[in-house]
């Protein structure tokens, strides 16, 4: 591509092209219309409609999650930009590559109150990773590919290009991304060499080790997860991971302790009290994973690698700090510790997976399911046999479904798993789940969500319609905000403060209303079929299962305890739970 | 292992443990930030601060490099050394961000603070105020029959102290530029 003269519009749809995007997600208004004029008059770039900015912004981290590439989101001025705000914190939260382009009012209207004006780079500053205004055409190119650069490297995350109207009718010099000026931003990914090798000699003695892994290693792509499954195969050290770091390590591999944390299961929440080395690979010690910080994993040595320096010694001191990308940083690992002749304390490895298989046997995700009425629990044990042996794409919204799925599905490959971590966003699965299938057109994707959560972007159903995307709308309905009625029965009295959902809609009718196809199920008996009917259709569908409404999720860990003060639900009365002297309700 | 007994309906378990985990002393650090002299890069430097709960004791900004657009933030802040290295990575991660240096852990450095008071008076006052910024090495900048505006640079104690004096001989107002501060030698 020649560096030539052209509109600042038809510069946005040049830049994208030439940092090989393939999908927008947007929505036009007055101040994107030069924009949306030249996506026109294209066929290289495909725009999906959605059907609020919210919704553009969680598709576009649903793409980038599912592929590894950055999502690209193109909005409007003022609301097109404040509705973007949730997507955006949200994919700043969970380190997601995201390129958002939104339309400005005319640099000399702006601070004068236009219509449709917001301060967008005021507002998006301490939500993006880095955001731009820009007021000169021949800056546009230029800024576009820093903006690429700066969303994709180091630890990942959202960035704005707020791009006013007439900066977009003017003309300029366009500039390829091999001649654009890249800001001095370059993180630092190869680890100090001094601490890996200090890191190896403590794998080499420790008795009871564990690897805690979290979003960093998807993030880092295919070769950290290659290398992390290298690593635990030929040490033999278990490992734990958390929500967002969930496929990074087959979840059938036999290694695998499940997800760690205030609703990860019991043997990787007491591995990780009760070992003397955690290895932490991109994770960051976030409070759902410490508990009460003072007696998090008291009598451990704890090496910790990310690309972000901020994250290191920010809530938990370690001892072995190493900042950077975790496949240079694994690999390095890997050579010195087989150069070193591959030692691992066999004796004290043996003892402790010993001990590791004595929590297993409490068997900590175990439930009676009912005859009459659906347990979520059982939902979702159904879904997870009926599409196991298929190359699944799950998301999820906010709740207890939420900490259901990462418990009762499975995940054996990176990038199948996309959920709202660091923010919590209700309403971010079932946009999540377009931006995925659009992506990958021929694969199942499913959404499980709360009805309460799946409320708050249902718009979608539009999008979903007319684009005719295939996905599964699997809505655990008990028709509460189960999460919140979990806190408020257990520590407020059981005084069930506005979180019970009045006056849902027929979720089938609503479905059809769509054009698309509802399902209800509530007997146990039926859900196999129900599921199965789900699965071969081709087309949106709005599974609405109504399951118990008291269920509360279990294991537990109260905020402000420590990992082995653990809540356990109906596993509680095994024996072997009261042998370790565990805790009951 | 302990038993937890936690009994419904009590409050004591938040859905965020409420302690103050970072009590104990704090420490008071002087930072030098050279950033691009770009749109936006105070706010997102004060903005780190505000949003993340650190302290600003004083900061002052210009540009140092003209022709490389780069200016130079000192920042004067206070917290726990866990806060302090905190403060250090997260300001070394925003994008327009080159170089970080704390000052006061990286060897010795020299510290000066730029003020000007006007102290309105007249009489046995006036020629005390005039005494006192003598001793102190206050130039006068401007005067009329009843006041004067004194001119001092000094370390932030210094002007503290002559900033006191002044307070019962008529000061009336105080400008201060806030630290500016570099490392000695080279």
């Known amino acids: 591509m020649m560096n030539k003269s052209m509109t600042g519009a038809r510069m946005v749809v040049q830049a994208l092209k030439d940092q090989g995007v393939d999908v927008v997600f947007g929505y036009p208004g007055g101040a994107v219309l030069p924009i949306y004029d030249e996506i026109f008059q294209q066929n290289d770039i495909r725009h999906i409609l959605v059907r609020h900015e919210q919704a553009a912004v969680h598709a576009a981290e649903g793409y980038a999650r599912s592929t590894g590439r950055p999502g690209v989101v193109l909005v409007t001025s003022g609301p097109g930009a404040t509705n973007a705000v949730t997507g955006i914190t949200d994919a700043l939260m969970d380190s997601i590559p995201i390129v958002v382009l939104t339309g400005q009012v005319p640099t000399f209207m702006i601070g004068n109150d236009a219509f449709q004006e917001a301060d967008t780079v005021g507002i998006t500053r301490p939500c993006t990773k880095h955001n731009w205004l820009v007021k000169d055409t021949d800056a546009l190119s230029g800024t576009l590919h820093e903006a690429f650069h700066v969303a994709t490297s180091g630890r990942p995350g959202p960035v704005l290009v707020d791009i006013p109207k007439d900066v977009q009718f003017a003309t300029g010099r366009y500039t390829a991304p091999r001649d654009a000026r890249i800001s001095h931003y370059k993180p630092q990914v190869k680890g100090d060499i001094e601490m890996i090798t200090r890191l190896a000699e403590a794998m080499e003695t420790a008795a009871r080790p564990i690897f805690y892994t979290g979003g960093g290693v998807i993030n880092s792509g295919d070769a950290a997860t290659q290398l992390l499954r290298e690593l635990v195969e030929a040490t033999g050290f278990p490992v734990t991971s958390t929500l967002m770091g969930l496929g990074a390590y087959p979840a059938s591999g036999d290694k695998w302790l499940g997800m760690l944390g205030m609703h990860g299961l019991y043997e990787a929440n007491l591995a990780m009290h009760g070992c003397d080395l955690m290895i932490n690979l991109g994770a960051r010690f976030d409070d759902r994973i410490t508990g009460r910080v003072a ?234 079929d129900a599921i199965q009917e789900m699965l071969d259709h081709d087309g949106p569908v709005v599974f609405d299962c109504l399951v118990e409404k008291h269920e509360n999720c279990f294991p537990m860990i109260p905020s402000g305890e420590p990992h082995n003060k653990m809540l356990l639900g109906e596993a509680s009365t095994s024996d072997a739970i009261r042998e370790g002297g565990a805790v009951l309700v | 292992m302990a038993t937890l007994k936690i009994k419904k309906g009590t409050s004591r378990h938040s859905a965020y443990d409420l302690r103050d985990p970072n009590l104990d002393l704090s420490e008071t650090h002087t930072l030098a930030v050279l950033v691009d002299n770009e749109a936006g890069v105070l706010a997102r430097v004060i903005g780190l601060f505000s949003g993340r709960g650190y302290n600003i004791e004083s900061l002052t900004v210009a540009e140092v490099d003209h022709t490389g657009h780069l200016s130079r933030i000192t920042i004067v802040t206070t917290g726990t050394p866990a806060v302090i290295e905190q403060i250090k990575a997260q300001l070394g991660r925003i994008v327009p961000v080159h170089e970080v240096h704390d000052l006061t852990v990286e060897g010795p450095s020299v510290e000066r603070e730029l003020a000007l008071f006007k102290v309105g008076g007249t009489g046995d006052k006036r020629i005390e105020a005039l005494r006192l910024a003598e001793i102190f090495r206050a130039n006068v900048v401007d005067s009329t029959l009843e006041s004067f505006v004194f001119e001092m640079t000094g370390t932030s104690e210094k002007i503290d102290a002559f900033a006191e004096l002044m307070r019962p001989l008529g000061l009336a107002e105080v400008a201060r530029t806030g630290v500016a501060a570099l490392a000695r030698g080279v």
């Not at chain 1, 690309?307 to 975790?326: F, L």
């Not at chain 1, 297993?360 to 044990?381: E, G, M, N, T, W």
């Not at chain 1, 059981?494 to 019970?500: A, D, G, K, Q, T």
């Open chain 1, 295 to 528: 007696d998090f994993s008291p009598n451990s040595a704890k090496a910790h690698v990310d690309i972000d320096p901020s994250s290191i010694n920010k809530t938990i001191h370690v001892e072995m700090p190493i900042i950077g990308d975790i496949a240079h940083v694994l690999e390095d690992l890997l050579r010195i510790w087989k150069s070193r002749g591959r030692k691992t304390n066999k004796a004290g490895l043996e003892k402790w997976w010993a001990q590791i298989d004595t929590w297993r046997k409490v068997d900590c995700l175990s439930f009676r399911p009912a005859s009459k009425i659906i347990k979520p629990q059982h939902a979702l044990s159904r879904l997870e046999a009926l599409t196991r042996d298929r190359d699944r794409y799950i998301c999820t919204e906010v709740g207890q479904h939420q900490m259901w799925a990462a418990q009762y599905l499975r995940f054996d490959a990176p990038n199948r798993w996309m959920t709202s971590g660091g923010l919590g966003t209700m309403g971010y699965g079932f946009p999540s789940s377009i931006g995925v299938q659009i992506a990958h057109p021929d694969a199942l994707v499913i959404n499980v969500a709360g009805e309460a959560s799946w409320l708050m972007n249902m718009q979608e159903m539009g999008t979903a319609t007319q684009y005719r995307l295939p996905v599964k709308q699997f809505i655990l309905n008990n028709e509460r905000l189960g999460m919140v009625r979990q806190w408020q029965e257990l520590l407020h009295g059981e005084r069930y403060s506005h979180s019970w959902s009045e006056s849902l809609p027929d979720f089938v009718k609503l479905a059809e209303a769509f054009g698309a196809k509802g399902i209800q199920c509530s007997d146990p008996a039926d859900l196999d």
